[in-house]
């Protein structure tokens, strides 16, 4: 009977768990995510950025654990200068028309202090996929008449990262004209909401 | 009627003054311009605002790291500053406008290459104005002893 008990406790228990793993989708409106592309060189700071991600990231509030995919529409990254995302779209570069997406795989997450994270996982571009490792800022918020003002459904994760890219790491050189205007190790930062509903 | 080396000393003379004018105007017009451009310009982090992130509490969406802008458009400056007391610059109303900030750093580059460049030609039309009065110096020696 004590044992009894204590198994259907347990399973209770993981049952209740197990249900606070909550799913949100990431790209259901233009402004619920932004994926920016920042080069610093002597000459100039430029950034690329798109909203054009989707997928989703799942998250359980009570363990602070999780994991995720997105995938970044990289024909659409704008520098806000017409020929340079022209440029930036070629086949010396990001070759959008081989490789139009990036992508951002989560296996990973350690909670730190507060909203803290140290999340893993893998990064592709152009076909080349490496493990990347970086800090994030993740924060929760339940379903509430705020969040539904604001244009979300159901409940809200945000999550905030940044990590350096190797531009030589996938494929890319940098050589001639863009020698010194464009850097040789990019920051990536993204920042996406995700909503259950 | 003048001789051929007269025409071409004269040539020489005018274009290397011409040289030395535009290029020294070069260089000084490039501290005036750098200068003014600086008097205009102050570190700003550029942010998207949307309803998301005041959801948040946060002032907006940080576009890129914060930079030095040349900013004359008063309208373009939102108020409040951001987490480390940087001013903020408004991402939407500079896009409606069609405006590409101007960085100082890209302004100070080309001011180095302005000066480089007009440096260099001061030099090139010093050295054909010496070219021109060395020319004309030997024709008045071979003149005085024909």
């Not at chain 1, 228990?13 to 002597?42: D, I, M, R, W, Y």
Request: glycine share 10%; net charge positive.
């Amino acid at each position: 009977m004590k044992l009894t008990c204590w198994i259907l406790s347990l399973a209770l228990v993981s049952t209740t768990v197990s249900a606070q793993t909550k799913t949100f989708k990431v790209g259901n409106s233009p402004t619920h995510q932004l994926v920016q592309v920042e080069s610093v060189t002597e000459l100039e700071t430029f950034t690329g950025r798109t909203e054009k991600a989707t997928g989703s990231i799942t998250f359980d509030p009570t363990k602070r654990t999780g994991g995720g995919r997105i995938t970044v529409d990289l024909a659409s990254l704008d520098t806000g200068i017409p020929l340079r995302n022209d440029h930036m779209r070629s086949s010396g570069w990001l070759d959008t028309s081989s490789y139009p997406t990036a992508i951002f795989e989560v296996n990973s997450v350690q909670a730190r202090a507060n909203n803290q994270y140290s999340v893993t996982g893998k990064f592709t571009l152009r076909g080349v996929t490496k493990t990347v490792t970086t800090q994030a800022t993740v924060r929760h918020m339940k379903a509430s008449p705020q969040t539904e003002k604001a244009g979300f459904k159901g409940d809200v994760l945000q999550v905030r990262a940044s990590f350096p890219v190797k531009l030589s790491d996938y494929g890319i050189k940098i050589s001639g004209p863009a020698t010194g205007k464009v850097a040789e190790t990019v920051r990536v930062s993204v920042t996406f909401y995700g909503q259950t509903g | 009627m003048a001789r051929p080396a007269d025409r071409f000393g004269r040539i020489l003379r005018t274009t290397s003054l011409a040289v030395v004018v535009l290029g020294a105007a070069t260089v000084v017009g490039s501290f005036l311009v750098r200068d003014q451009m600086r008097a205009s310009s102050d570190r700003y982090q550029l942010v998207r605002k949307t309803s998301q992130s005041e959801l948040f509490g946060d002032v907006g969406e940080p576009i890129g790291s914060p930079q030095v802008y040349v900013v004359t458009d008063p309208q373009a400056v939102l108020p409040g500053t951001g987490a480390d007391g940087v001013k903020l610059l408004d991402d939407d109303y500079l896009r409606k406008k069609g405006s590409y900030p101007l960085q100082m750093q890209t302004v100070d580059a080309i001011a180095d290459y302005a000066r480089l460049g007009g440096g260099l030609a001061v030099l090139a039309g010093a050295g054909g104005l010496l070219l021109a009065r060395r020319r004309s110096a030997q024709r008045s020696a071979t003149g005085s002893r024909s």
